[in-house]
């Protein structure tokens, strides 16, 4: 089970919870089960309560006190939702500005990363230095600024004004970097003798090797701006440039007598992270912790 | 990895140096623009978005700003008059308020629940997996899902209390309440986090260390005290440091569930800033805010930094 893979286990008995393992391990059933499966389960309470609303009738939904199970499925809420003319659009809008800003990330990241990685240049390590400081600056500071930039380069009111501030983040450079600085330098130098451009070398010989960073900033950088709220609401005013993050809050607001639609438009909104986090899990709790740690 | 011949492998270019000097400083000077060519577009959007911009807010923090019309210098005034503004006042408390419950209950919740969860036994995987996922749930989502299960009349927190026997509660919309509800929405997704940075580090704690202990007659609590917390400090301070920069930042969760209501009682400071910019129209003001934020969070690193430093050479002279 990949799930089970995903922090690496104890490789011998660790303290101290698995401590005095070796007799409890013969029983077919740990305690520790009547403590973790409630906990557990109380975590994803909340989500199985919006996937259950999304799905019951307004009815079941606006009884007091409201039905805990619904009776049937009632897809009302999501035919609601995907026929509003809105919603659909802000679902594209939120795609269109997480899969430039994925793409554009691995690009630019892995160009940045390698000339730090691999080339000698004035400057370099300044520079560098500049990169990582940024990570620091709180996202307040900047963004009556970046607003006044962006309003500068008349993106205000555009996805553009969404995607260009997430093009490339340091986070993916200095990943890069470092994946890169790990990699025995001999494979690429026996292209470089056979007069293989540094572009061809990074794209046909490194990139393909770069298969978990890619992975890990590919995801990070989904998460990140598929769950952004703050910065689309400062730079989108008018409603069909929402993304869906956005859309939601307001469509609460618009749509309160009808829940079943606003937690239908909920769920659709959490699905992609969840499909994200759920297929790369393991890249993804590997790339927190060992960036967490380091960090 | 070393299938390739190795007399093939030549030294790069540096090593040539000596041989053919204008070459080799012709290569450098052609490997020197193909990085900044590599360089350029991340430099430009990183740069030019952060160091422009924190630049920028000073200079506004110094001005009467609305984003429209053009501002005048007003020099220390905002920063005099965030000081006797009892709105921001507020905002400082209660965002203090929030850390100071948060970033505490994050980290022994993410300890306790990383100490549960770090064992061989079945489903562990399905355990782990149920505590993280709400990390990645968006704060707009889980604004929106949670002011539907506190809702007032509708809501399933209520009829629960109700089935139980206590009169429905306000929640949100409650000034007594709201912050802490936050707090706890907040746990809700943060201590995932925690739990996974601790469960990577409890693979670290030196097996032969607690396996010595043991045979010596040390019991799970003084196990727990004396090897596996100390192994975790350098974790636990890191995470201190990130969830206290979360905690400060926190502005989406209380725009989608309260907007600063009721009654100021969930006004954090990022709500304030950006009401004040984007709302009042004082961009410069906002500003002000934004940098007696910027500087403590700024404080708060530098401390942790030192503290971190301190206890790296103590540790050090204890090996």
Partial sequence: MTTTAAVREPRRAVAPAAVGGVRRRRLPFSAWHLLLAPLSLGFALPLVWLLLSSVMSNAEINRFPPALWPHGIDLGGYRYVLGNAMFPRWFANSFIVAGTAVVSNLLLGALGGYAFARMRFAGSRLLLGLMLATMVIPFQLTMIPTFLVMKELGLIDTLGALIVPSLVTPFAVFLFRQFFLALPREIEEAAWIDGCSRLRVLFSIVMPLARPALATVAVLTFLATWNDLSWPLIAINHDTQYTLQLGLTTFQGLHHTRWSAVMAGNFITVLPVLVAFLLAQKTFIQSLTSSGIKG | MSPLPRAVTLAPARHSTVARPTASRRRARRESATAWGFLSPSVIVILGLSIVPVIWSLLLSFRADDLVTPGRWVGLDNYRALVQDPNFHTAVGNTLLYAALYVPLSLVGGLALALALNRRIRFIGIYRTLIFIPFVVSAAAQGVLFSFILDPEFGVANSLLHTLGISPQGFLSDPGQALYLLVIISLWSGVGFCVIVYLAALQDVPPELVE???????????????????????????????????????????????????????????????????????????????????LALLLAGAALHLHRRRQNRTEGAVR
């Fill in chain 2, 212 to 294: 010595s202990a043991r045979l010596d007659g040390a019991g799970r609590w003084t196990v727990l005290r004396h090897i596996t917390l100390p192994t975790l400090t350098p974790v636990t301070v890191f995470l201190l440091l990130w969830q206290l920069i979360a905690a400060l930042q926190v502005f989406d969760l209380v725009y989608v569930t309260t907007k600063g209501g009721p009654l100021g009682s969930t006004t954090v400071i990022v709500y304030f800033v950006w009401e004040q910019a984007f709302q009042m129209f004082t961009a410069g003001y906002g500003a002000s805010a934004a940098y007696v934020l910027a």
